[in-house]
């Protein structure tokens, strides 16, 4: 009876010291695939379905039709689709309310794109995508006034300054204009707004996107002088929001990841939200 113990040992002995190449060939899927359009789980299958809002507003969109392809959102939408192997006609759109793309439940999108911003109260109802957009700060004027027209932030040391407490446009007002005079601080928005509209101030800083707001719907005849980055702290992004859990989010983050290191979303960036949109790039 000892012999055939003394096979089993041998072989037993054997395989532990076979070649280890020989067993990492038997691994499982290699990464590359892992992202491919048949392996996706999506809400309707062989369709990527994107949610946004409805009315879609300027310049995030184009014509109240986010499956255009035209505004900034509509064009990074298609561009992460595009990367996850998808092309225009296997797009769907969805209707979602701004608030219910990022409250907790069960998501009808594979993922939503609304200026939403990353942040870690919303993160624990749903999932982001790296952030697609580094949000920029604006200065808005009363077009015709004597600072609408400064085509530098140096132009503007000796403006009044209007901005609300407490926002990354205070901390920018401070650390990269720093104005000569002290700025006009207001406790809420629609009181600095207001500032600006009853010429108490004769600039206000906001964040980019409420900048195509203040113009586009709060303040009569006002204009976006320019936008500029800031400087310190933790930028504000927006991220495309999934269903919490969703095992899409590796491969939309590829995605973002490879727009970004192509340069496509700084193009996307200068076409939709530079000049063009009225919003020239301030140094």
Known sequence: MA????????????????????????????????????????????????????????????????????????????????????????????????????????????????????????????????????????????????????????????????????????DAVKNVIQPAADPNVYNEQIDAVNGLKNKQVDALVVDLPTAFYVTAAQVEKSKIVGQFSSTGGTPEEFGLVMQKGSALKPCVDKAVDALKSKGELAKIEQQWLGSAAGAPELK
């Open 3 to 170: 012999r055939p113990l003394m096979l089993l040992a041998l072989a037993v002995a054997l395989v532990g010291c076979a070649p280890a190449d020989n067993t990492a060939k038997t691994a499982g899927p290699a990464p590359s695939t892992a992202c491919t359009k048949d392996q996706l789980k999506l809400v309707t299958p062989g369709k990527l379905t994107i949610g946004t809002d409805k009315p879609a507003y300027e310049p995030w969109f184009k014509d109240d039709d986010p499956s255009n392809g035209q505004g900034f959102e509509s064009a990074v939408a298609f561009a992460v689709a595009g990367e996850l192997g998808f092309d225009r006609s296997e797009v769907q759109w969805s209707t979602v309310k701004f608030d219910s793309a990022f409250a907790p439940g069960d998501k009808q999108f594979d993922f939503d794109v609304n200026q939403v911003s990353i942040a870690p109260a919303r993160a624990k109802a749903v999932d982001f995508s790296k952030g697609y957009y580094t949000v920029k700060q604006a200065i808005v004027a009363i077009d015709g006034s004597k600072y609408a027209g400064a085509k530098s932030l140096a132009e503007l040391k000796d403006a009044k300054i209007g901005v609300q407490v407490g926002t990354t446009s205070f």
